[in-house]
């Protein structure tokens, strides 16, 4: 074999190591990357020193080949090259180095895979709910940033709804707080297979809970009213007992100038005159006003009533009405003077 192909062959295997060096950190770097927020500081600057460490040594084992090459490439050019044993020895010494490098990079990146786990484990317990497994209130409040400068920057609109549960306190104090958790696993099981187009889902605080929509504010509505429809003819079966629950919703759509703050505070009105309104139904806030969504039907009357008890349902029913009627009435004059305040 011809000098010159010694010399190419030890260039070529230096070169080769320094570019899959590069390669291979760079990638897996690039590909286990995560906020670095959670990571524990000392565990990541004791990575960060040996990955350093191993660096500058194999640095200093290049620059002592390069230093050989150097040597042997100028022998060659005197007429006066090295022993092929010298030039075996020098080869074995590279790819001995190769073979350690590849060892503490195989290391490198078991420990990048143990850190990336702890992060996402991490990550994840800070967005979500540990009860119901939906995202919590930081996560929420950040899906809703994004909306908004959606909404500024491009003028996309969408809409937030608020679902609390109703009478929760009373199934605590009447059922025990476990059965109270039951509820909420309950109801957050529905949320998530019923309003699966929502933007966001989140348990927003207590026994509330909200959602984000980039559909329109009546869409929202609609799917919140099913939504209630759905767990009022569901029950919770909890340490043998039988629980009846329902909800009441408020929903509101991003409109004009109005800020965050504004969107959830009409969103709120729509709920609190959901609950002021007979509870287990679902208001819209249009901007102006709050507006029933839910059809609310009417007790049915008894076939054969006798002449006291159809008296009886009379006077009920025209009480009932005068109470609904009331009721609106409040809820409405409510909205306007909190609107135009």
Not at 242 to 265: H, Y
Request: overall charge negative.
């Amino acid at each position: 074999m011809p000098p010159n192909t010694y010399v190419f062959l030890l260039g070529l295997v230096v070169g080769t190591s320094l570019l899959v060096f590069g390669l291979l950190l760079g990638y897996w770097l690039g590909k286990k990357a995560q906020p670095a927020e959670p990571l524990d500081r000392h565990e990541f600057l004791s990575f960060v020193k040996n990955l350093s460490s191993w660096t500058t040594e194999f640095s200093g084992d290049v620059n002592k080949y390069q230093t050989q090459l150097t040597s042997i490439d100028e022998k060659f050019r005197s007429n006066t090259p090295p022993p092929r044993e010298e030039m075996l020895e020098l080869l074995a010494q590279i790819m001995q180095a190769n073979r350690q490098l590849q060892s503490r990079l195989d290391s490198a990146e078991q420990k990048l895979e143990t850190q990336t786990d702890q992060i996402s484990s991490y990550l994840t317990e800070a967005r979500t709910d540990g009860l119901t497994g939906l995202l919590n209130r930081r996560a929420f409040d950040k899906a809703t940033d994004e909306l908004f400068t959606e909404w500024s920057n491009k003028n996309q609109s969408f809409s937030l709804g608020l679902i609390d549960i109703d009478h929760f306190k009373q199934i605590n104090d009447t059922y025990g707080h476990p059965a109270g958790d039951a509820v909420l696993q309950h109801i957050s099981r529905l949320i998530t297979s019923e309003l699966g187009h929502a933007y966001c889902l989140a348990r927003y605080g207590g026994e509330e809970f909200a959602m984000l929509s980039t559909r329109s504010s009546e869409d929202t509505a609609a799917a919140l009213d099913l939504l209630r429809d759905k767990v009022s003819k569901t029950q919770v079966t909890h340490d043998g007992k039988v629980i009846a629950v329902n909800l009441s919703a408020g929903a509101a759509q991003i409109v004009g100038d109005e800020r965050i703050g504004k969107l959830v505070r009409r969103a709120d009105e729509a709920l609190y005159a959901a609950k002021l309104g007979g509870r287990n139904r679902v208001y819209l806030h249009d901007g102006t006003i709050c507006r029933l969504i839910t059809q609310v039907a009417v007790q049915p009357q008894s076939k054969d009533p006798s002449p006291e008890s159809d008296a009886e349902l009379a006077i009920a029913h025209s009480s009932n009405s005068r109470v609904s009627e009331r009721l609106q009435r409040i809820v409405e004059e409510e909205s306007r003077r909190i609107f135009e305040r």
